[in-house]
């Protein structure tokens, strides 16, 4: 998917488990520094794998539920 195109309503539908902080700042609309931020303070879940930082797309997408 390209980070460009990317909204909260594509996240929703994405078959994917995991999304980038390029994807998560596409979709909010911000710095991906931003998202790095949220990761690092933990108000973003994040997964790592090697050197890689994914983010769960469900907990993702949890934050922003009006459900909740």
Not at 12 to 19: C, D, E, G, Y
Not at 47 to 67: A, Q, S, Y
């Amino acid at each position: 998917m390209r980070a460009a195109s990317m909204t909260i309503e594509t996240l929703r539908s994405a078959p994917s488990l995991v999304i980038t902080r390029t994807d998560a700042a596409a979709a909010l609309g911000v710095d991906p520094r931003t998202v790095a931020a949220g990761i690092e303070n933990g108000t973003i879940p994040s997964v790592k794998l090697g050197r890689r930082v994914l983010i769960p797309r469900e907990k993702f997408l949890k934050l922003f539920d009006p459900d909740d």
